[in-house]
């Protein structure tokens, strides 16, 4: 089965300096992978997803993450923290089972504090 | 476009009674998914419904129960509550079948057991 991990419950960083919240995984397989964040008192919202071709994959709000296969990573990344950006992020990964069901499997989410 | 929306927003049920939650998605969309998110399990994957038919299902026991109107609504149902369901349970949509496409969540439902 395919899994995620999280490796941070906390990232903290300062306004204005870039950030890199992590995730790695573990798939048979090509590796569908995923980004949401979870605001205050909000739902997910969806921010990128790797499929297939570069593995740099640009997404919502600035944010951009990287795949690496060698090291099973698809890590989140951003050149420049807002406080705004302060929120819980998930990184996802699909997962096929029963061979004939599919879902997303959710790492246990990393909070995000960006410090003014 | 109007957000997905779910009603209720916060519920309060009793072990043993049973619950209903509800999910209009975005206009135009057909998915719905539901997720079971809590503290110690985090976001857990219900089942996703597709033109009024179950394409994918998680690993939840049969009290957890969903359906589509041909309208897109979905509601989702749990029978005999349990103090472990007590949770935030989500609900998305999505304009394609298949949860690995972009899905846009809606605020959530707060379900409490008492």
């Known amino acids: 089965a395919q899994s995620v991990a999280q490796p941070e419950d906390q990232v903290n960083v300062a306004e204005g300096n870039p950030l890199t919240v992590k995730c790695t995984y573990s798939?048979?397989?090509?590796?569908?992978l995923f980004w949401y964040v979870q605001y205050p008192n909000r739902g997910l919202q969806f921010l990128l997803k790797?499929?297939?071709?570069?593995?740099l994959v640009k997404g919502s709000y600035g944010f951009e993450a990287e795949f690496n296969k060698s090291q099973t990573s698809f890590h989140l990344k951003k050149p420049s923290a807002l406080v705004s950006d302060s929120a819980l992020y998930f990184c996802?990964?699909?997962?096929?089972?029963?061979?004939?069901?599919?879902?997303?499997?959710f790492g246990p989410g990393t909070s995000l504090s960006v410090i003014p | 476009k109007a957000g997905v929306t779910q009603t209720p927003r916060y519920l309060i049920k009793t072990r043993g009674q049973q619950v209903t939650l509800s999910c209009s998605p975005i206009?135009?969309?057909?998915?719905v998914s539901w997720y079971q998110q809590t503290p110690g399990q985090g976001l857990q994957f219900l089942f996703e419904?597709?033109?009024?038919?179950?394409?994918n299902k998680g690993n939840f026991p049969g009290r957890f129960s969903g359906r589509q109107f041909s309208n897109s609504r979905s509601e989702m149902n749990v029978s005999t509550l349990e103090l472990g369901d007590s949770a935030l349970y989500l609900c998305a949509s999505s304009s394609l079948a298949g949860v690995y496409n972009e899905q846009f969540f809606g605020p959530g439902t707060r379900l409490t057991v008492l």
């Open positions: 790797y499929i297939t071709g570069d593995n």
């Open positions: 798939v048979s397989g090509n590796p569908y």
């Open positions: 419904y597709f033109s009024e038919t179950q394409r």
């Open positions: 996802a990964v699909r997962d096929i089972w029963k061979t004939s069901y599919d879902k997303v499997i």
């Open positions: 206009s135009g969309h057909r998915s």
